[in-house]
Structures are given as C-alpha cells and as structure tokens.
C-alpha cells in the first residue's frame, strides 16, 4: 500500500500541473493556443488529465480489501486487511469538475454561414467525460447514506458542469437559426443590394473629400424583427422602404447611432465608433463568406469611409475603428461569447452560473484552509487508512490494528490552488461579458429603442460609466508588430536564439509597438489613393512623384515583390548602418522632426516585411514555400559573407568604417545571391546619394509606406482569419481598411469571381 500511495501522489502532482496548464492556457492565453507549441502542450494535457484521474481513483478503493491466506488443509491462517479513503476520492474526482468547467467556459462555439466554413458546437464530448468523472466519483464512494456530504458536493458541481453545457448548445442553437448570427452575411449583402438599388435611383451623391458625407445606413442590431424572403444569393427584405424597416421593426443603423449627439454621458467618438466596428465587422463577414461587396456594399458606405480618412489627426481613431472590427472577428470565430447574445437573457444566465461557481469554490477554499490551520480530524489527515488483523477459520489471533498512508497535503493543496484558478478563470469570464464590445453595442441599441430611457439621468450615468470602462484583459491586439532583419552585423547569441534554431523556428529581433509616425504615413499614402483611381503601388509612384524614379525604379521592376521586398529591406538596413539612429535619443540629440518620423517608418517597416517573410509568408502575395526559401537562402547568404565583420569590428569602428567593411566582404562574395547584390548596389546609391541623408530617409519611408499597402489585399481569407486568431497582424488590419475602402486587389490582379458578387 506505501508503494501505491507513492505511485498515486506522484500522478497526483503531475496531474496538478496539467490541470493548471489547462486552466491557465484555456482562459488567459486563447491566442496562444494556435501557435504549434502551446497547441501540443494544451491537447496533452487535456488528453491525458481523464485518464490520469481514472487510474487515481481506479487503484486505491474507498473499501480496498486484500488478504493473505496460509497454513495446511484445516489449518489455515489469514491476514486481512481493509483500506479506507476518506477525502482522498472526493479531492481527486472534484479536480476533474473543476478543470471540465474551465474547458466549458474556454471552448470555442461558433455559428456561422455554410459559405464562412464549419459550425462548431459546444463540446459534447466533454459531457460523456462529466458522466464518467461522476461515475467514479459516486462508484468509489462507498454507500451514500455513509458519504452524503462528499457526494453532495460532487453532485453540485456536476450540476454546474451541465448547467454551463446546456446553456451552450441552446445559444448554439438559437444562434445558428438567427438572422443577426448564423445567417447574417445572406442578409447583409441582400440588405446592401437593396440599398445599392436605391442609392442608384437618387442624384447629387457628395464626393469624399469635398464635404463631410453622410453616414451610411450600415445595420448594427435588430435584424430578427425584419421580414425577409430568401433569394438565390441572399435574403431580400418585403417591407417597402428602408424607413418602414427601421421604424417598424426597432432595427438600429448606423445613421440613427450617428444622430445621438449628446444624449449619452459619453463623448460621442467613442459610441459611434464601436457601432460603426460592429457594422463594418458584419460587412467583412460578407467576404470570410465569398460574397464580393462592390464599392465597399454602397457608394453612400464608400463616401462616408473615405470621409473618415481623409479627415487630418485622425488615424488613431481611425486604427481603432478597425482594431475593434477585428475583435469581433476574433471574438466570433474563436470563442463561445457571442452567440450567447443571440437571446438578451442568456448573458445574465451565464454570469449566474459562474457566480455560483464562484460561491463553491469559495466554501470549498474555505473548508480547506480550515483543515490545514486547525488540522483535520485524525481521520482526514491522511489520504489512507488501513485496518488489518490475523485470524484462523476459528478464531482472531490479533485485534484490529491501524495505519496510515500517504499526507492530506498532497490533495488539498493543489486542489487549493486550483480552486483559486478556478475563481481568477471565472472572473474573467463574467469581466469578458461585462466589458465586451458585445455588451456596449447592446447596450447602446437598447437605449436607441426605448425613449424612457434617454429622459432618465441616471440611466444615462449608469450607461456613459459602463461604456467608457476598458480592461486591458478583453485586449485583442496588443498594437505590436514583428521585426527581423537579413543583415546582422553584430550578432548575439542568447538562450532565446539558441532555443529558436533547435526549434527550427525563424530569427525574430524583437516585437515592437507600432509608433505613431507609421500610422500617420500610412493614412496619408492611402489618402493619395482617393484622387488616383485607388490604384495601388509598389513604390514607384512615390519615386516618381519625388523625382527620383531614373534612378531608383529599377529596383521595383521585379515581376516578385519578395524580391522587391527583400532589395530594398537589404538597401535600408545598408543605409541604417552608415547612419545609425537610436530611436529613444533621437529627438533630444537634436534631429530634425521629418528625419526622425522617416527614420522610424522606414527601418520600422522594413523589418516588419522581413518578419512577415520569415513567419507569415502565406499574408504574402507569392507563394509561400517560395518566399520562405528565399528569405532563407539570402539569409544564409548574408550571414556568411558577414561572419568576418563581426569579428573584426566589434562594435568599436565608427559607422562610416563599418558600412565600408560590409560593402567590401559583401563585393567580394562572388557566389552571393542575385537579390542580395542588388540591394548592397541600392544601398550604396542611398548613402552616395547627392541630396543627402534626409531625402535617402524620405525616400525608404515613402517607398515602405506604399509597399505595405501594396501588399496587404488578397483574397486569402482563411489565412488572415488563422493571423486574427493568433492575436493580429497589421498587414491584417491593412487589409481590412483597404476592403473597406473599396480596394481589393493589387492592379493587374483581378479578384475571384464568386457567387454572389454585386
């Protein structure tokens, strides 16, 4: 028995570490889950965690009996021996209840269009392992009438565990067959026909850029009212006209959310633009689906986007908009909160659930804190107890004798520990409901629809309190973005580096926030699209328009734009070196302020090309495999031509030493790629350029800030939908802009034609 407990105990903390790996993987780190690494560790040890659990319980019995008979025919003698458990069962099977709840609340229910993908329901499978965990925990209790309070408290949380089930495949349900869920992109582009149809029977459309346009009638919420008919390529609503619709059925658009003007206790930016996300977020739906929107769904929709752009100081606001239209993107194809939305009560039936989660696992911490200050009873300070005796056929040779096995403490602590887990995850899960964009668009729509409530001061507080609060736990994208570099003069070898090679993962230097200077020159370039036909550029129109294309436009005469990439990314890391930049002195060292911002968008942005090369190359307009195999060989290229560099200079020459001892070992290679030879040549003409240092910046900063936008349409869908999942990249969010802006493809490249296009 000492050896099993042994055995046990050890399973026991093994299994204290799976179940804190699901728990803190499951509910604090969702983004991470698609990565490869911490997908593998997460379905480890959900898949091993039951069964681990089972042969705990399985091997030591509430009632363990054994026995020992020997002796001659008539004669025999036997030693039994009877073992009880106690709180052992009820610890080990509650651990199993608690982390089937956790993976309830963090599991991924999505109801969507055929043409979006799969519907994903909630995990019924998960509801047989409940079945089976309360099998073992009722079949080694021993009789019920002996154990009622363990089985009571196992019993509850079983009903929990079934509530949160239940309560997910009914939203599922009604979600699926729901208008404003399931079936919301046939509606929308049905909806934005309509609308089309009507904008072309009306005169004197204002153009973006000459006046402020009018807000687009975009549906945010109330779709389940409206009577629609089905048609071969989406829903077509009977009612008359778009006023009978909203007046009739309670919809709410966007013009009406744009008309609040002060009647919330909030600025107003801020209600208007999460429900101009919510809309727009309906309307990117429509293309995860394959329908194609022409003119962003409406020339009134296309005018007010381009309003919103070309307005000056506004690209944060502008970054935001689509940041939260990418949220609930994330939030919709990556987890169960939306479709809890399908009916207004079910988000307060969940909270309530999770509250009384929360009130057992506070009695049970309780209760165990308890045991461990003032001691259990005898009976409870082990994990075993066994009671033996000797005995003949006739009589008892030995009384009854006692011994214990195993420590209390090795139950009760990580069952402690994991009741806290428990709380922090259920906390976060009514806080994901409380602070949700889901929540604030609701809650604005609800006070659209009902007039008593807009004359009600202190409903006004309570809702301008609710909207403004943020918590930076519900933050889908952290504003970050990636950055590599081919050229690395100076390499360092760090644990991290070493790690990634024997992962065979590819070099990232570091992840940086996104400086304003890179937003404000992105709009920026995107406004001169507004007056060229919305014609995107690889760069060369910048270069032509700064008179600088005879010497510079045979480097974007590449039919690759990894090639392009990578010319030009060798090109500024050259000119970086023989004018290097710290970014956190630069301004208090006395640059001048259009230096400063060229300097950041240009090295900023080329790095971010390269990181996307290195690990997204499917965001890419090249083939994958191909753009991965290059990145690779010029690296390898580069690395090795540099190998002598960083010997010899280490760090002490001053930068116009280095860049010449890096031209001269990258000249001498005579086996040196093609691409790599060509951005050392570009590199050379920006440094011995004649107009000097500040026009090379302007020039790299102006060419990246093309190709970046150059590069971000496609109609990979899936693959920006899998970079969402990972947490956002900006490429991503670029490409929503510019679908939202009525660009969606590159010049020359034409967009798939798909059913269902307006």
Not at 77 to 99: E, K
Not at 247 to 257: A, E, I, R, W
Not at 281 to 299: D, H, P, Q, T
Request: charged content about 20%; some cysteine; aromatic content about 12%.
């Amino acid at each position: 028995m000492g050896e099993k407990m042994w055995q046990v105990n050890t399973l026991i903390l093994i299994n204290a570490i799976f179940a804190g790996v699901i728990v803190v993987i499951g509910a604090y780190a969702q983004r991470y889950r698609h990565h490869l690494l911490a997908r593998f560790i997460f379905l480890g040890a959900t898949t091993l965690f039951l069964p681990i659990i089972s042969y705990v319980v399985s091997t030591i019995d509430t009632n363990t009996n054994d026995y020992i008979r020997e002796g001659k025919q008539h004669d025999f003698s036997t030693l039994a021996a009877t073992c009880h458990g106690g709180f052992h069962q009820y610890a080990v099977v509650s651990w199993a209840f608690l982390v089937q709840i956790v993976v309830v609340n963090t599991s991924v229910v999505v109801a969507v269009d055929d043409r979006e993908g799969r519907n994903k329901g909630p995990p019924i499978g998960l509801f047989a392992q409940g079945i089976w965990t309360l099998y073992l925990g009722v079949s080694t209790m021993g009789p019920i009438e002996d154990n009622m309070w363990p089985f009571h408290l196992e019993f509850m949380l079983f009903t929990i565990f079934c509530a949160k089930i239940v309560l997910k495949f009914y939203a599922f349900v009604k979600a699926r067959q729901s208008l404003a869920f399931g079936r919301n992109p046939p509606l929308i582009f049905g909806y934005m026909k309509q609308l089309q149809l009507q904008e072309a029977s009306q005169l004197g459309e204002p153009l973006a850029g000459e006046d402020d346009a009018p807000p687009a009638p975009l549906l945010v919420m109330g779709e389940e009212a409206m009577q629609v008919e089905k048609q071969p390529h989406g829903y077509v609503c009977m009612d008359v006209s778009r006023t009978t619709i909203v007046n009739s059925t309670g919809l709410v658009t966007f013009d009406k959310v744009w008309q609040l003007d002060d009647m919330l206790a909030i600025s107003r930016p801020q209600v208007k633009d999460i429900c101009l996300s919510f809309a727009l977020f309906k309307l990117l739906r429509c293309r995860f689906a394959r329908y194609k929107l022409a003119n962003a769904g409406s020339i009134k929709t296309l005018n007010f986007f381009w309003s919103l752009l070309l307005k000056e100081g506004e690209h944060a606001r502008i970054f935001r908009v689509i940041t939260d239209e990418l949220s609930f993107v994330q939030d919709y194809h990556f987890s169960s909160l939306p479709v809890s939305y399908s009916k207004y009560w079910l988000p307060v039936l969940s909270v309530s659930i999770s509250l009384l989660s929360i009130c057992y696992c506070l009695v049970a911490a309780s209760f165990i804190i308890k045991g461990l200050l003032f001691h259990w009873e005898p009976k409870y300070k082990h994990q075993m107890r066994c009671d033996y005796w000797c005995s003949t056929e006739r009589q008892w040779i030995s009384t009854t004798q006692s011994k214990h096995f195993g420590f209390f403490l090795f139950d009760d602590v990580p069952l402690f520990f994991l009741l806290a887990l428990v709380v922090i995850a259920e906390v976060r899960y009514i806080a994901s409901y409380i602070y949700s964009n889901w929540t604030k668009v609701a809650l604005i729509c609800h006070y659209i629809n009902h007039a008593s409530l807009q004359h009600s001061l202190c409903m006004q507080k309570w809702f301008g309190l609710l909207l403004k609060r943020k918590c930076e736990m519900m933050k889908h994208w952290d504003e970050k973005i990636g950055q590599s570099t081919i050229l690395v003069v100076h390499p360092r070898i760090t644990p991290l580096l070493v790690l990634r090679r024997l992962l065979g993962l590819p070099d990232l230097d570091r992840s940086v926030k996104i400086p304003e200077a890179v937003k404000v020159c992105i709009i920026r370039t995107m406004r001169r699209y507004r007056f060229n036909g919305r014609q995107l550029s690889n760069g060369i129109e910048f270069l032509r328009q700064s008179g600088v294309d005879e010497r510079f436009s045979w480097a974007c005469s590449s039919n690759s734009t990894s090639v392009t990439i990578l010319t030009w990314h060798i090109a500024t890391c050259i000119h970086e070196l023989r004018h290097p930049y710290h970014y956190q002195h630069g301004r208090e060292q006395g640059f001048r302020y259009d230096l400063v911002d060229h300097k950041i968008i240009a090295t900023h942005l080329s790095r971010y090309c390269a990181y996307l090369m290195a690990w997204s190359p499917e965001l890419l307009p090249d083939d994958k495999e191909w753009s991965m195999s290059l990145y690779e060989i010029i690296k390898k290229d580069a690395k090795r031509a540099l190998a002598a560099a960083g010997c010899t200079a280490g760090g002490s020459l001053t930068p116009e030493a280095e860049y010449e001892q890096v031209i001269q070992l990258l000249s001498v290679n005579s086996s040196m790629h093609d691409v790599l030879r060509n951005g050392m040549m570009l590199g050379k003409q920006l440094v011995e350029l004649i107009e000097g240092e500040e026009t090379a910046w302007m020039v790299l900063a102006g060419f990246w800030s093309e190709m970046i936008l150059y590069i971000a349409p496609s109609d990979n869908v899936r693959d920006h939908l899998e970079a969402i999942a990972r947490g956002g990249e900006l490429i991503t969010l670029l490409w929503a802009l510019l679908t939202h802006a009525g660009i969606m493809s590159r010049p020359g490249i034409a967009t798939a034609d798909d059913d269902g296009d307006v």
